[in-house]
T-cell receptor, first 112, second 110 residues
Framework: ETGVTQSPTHLIKTRGQQVTLRCSSQSGHNTVSWYQQALGQGPQFIFQYYREEENGRGNFPPRFSGLQFPNYSSELNVNALELDDSALYLC???????????FGPGTRLTVL | QKEVEQDPGPLSVPEGAIVSLNCTYSNSAFQYFMWYRQYSRKGPELLMYTYSSGNKEDGRFTAQVDKSSKYISLFIRDSQPSDSATYLCAGDTGRRALTFGSGTRLQVQP
């Protein structure tokens, strides 16, 4: 069974640029959630996707957007990057009828 | 006030000790509670998952939830140096939008 995978591992961008992060969910999982983890903090919920639609959103501005594909993989897009967007971005997958979420290794984004 | 509070530590214990990690929360709607272990620069790993109040045991790990006092605990028996990591607690209302504490850093000294 393949776990959650994310790409790329690391990314460096400059302020104002746009970035796309990718996630492949664990085999059989149809729900994907994205979290932002700043240094020394716990992860913060960004949004969740189910059946290719956003199914819940945390306190993040619209420049954070996402997609889910028919194979349940997902993308997180961030426009107009700000310095405070520097963080570890985590993807988690789960079954719709279960609450356990399994995280990927994360993508570390640095905004200069 | 954060919805989930954790002492950041670091908590340093000798190998073989019993470790007690704790969180308090303020959201009465939380029904599901999780403990994750996170090694440096890695993604969180699910350790324990409980629903509502009560205890759950899995190997060296025991999770306790007391909804009346909004208090959750994780106990680690016979702690090992490999247990050295940051431990994150999280609550969930059922919508699978986890609310995390900021984590407690544990160091198990050989």
């Amino acid at each position: 069974e393949t776990g959650v995978t994310q790409s790329p591992t690391h990314l460096i961008k400059t302020r104002g640029q746009q970035v796309t992060l990718r996630c492949s969910s664990q085999s059989g999982h149809n729900t994907v959630s994205w979290y932002q983890q700043a240094l020394g903090q716990g992860p913060q919920f960004i949004f969740q996707y189910y059946r290719e639609e956003e199914n819940g959103r945390g306190n993040f501005p619209p420049r954070f957007s996402g997609l889910q594909f028919p194979n349940y993989s997902s993308e997180l897009n961030v426009n107009a990057l700000e310095l405070d967007d520097s963080a570890l971005y985590l993807c988690a997958s789960s079954f719709t009828d279960r609450n356990e979420q399994f995280f990927g290794p994360g993508t570390r984004l640095t905004v200069l | 006030q954060k919805e989930v509070e954790q002492d950041p530590g670091p908590l340093s214990v000798p190998e073989g000790a019993i470790v007690s990690l704790n969180c308090t929360y303020s959201n009465s709607a939380f029904q599901y509670f999780m403990w994750y272990r996170q090694y440096s620069r890695k993604g969180p790993e699910l350790l324990m998952y409980t629903y509502s109040s009560g205890n759950k045991e899995d190997g060296r790990f025991t999770a306790q939830v007391d909804k009346s006092s909004k208090y959750i605990s994780l106990f680690i028996r016979d702690s090992q140096p490999s247990d050295s990591a940051t431990y994150l607690c999280a609550g969930d209302t059922g919508r699978r939008a986890l609310t995390f504490g900021s984590g407690t850093r544990l160091q198990v000294q050989p």
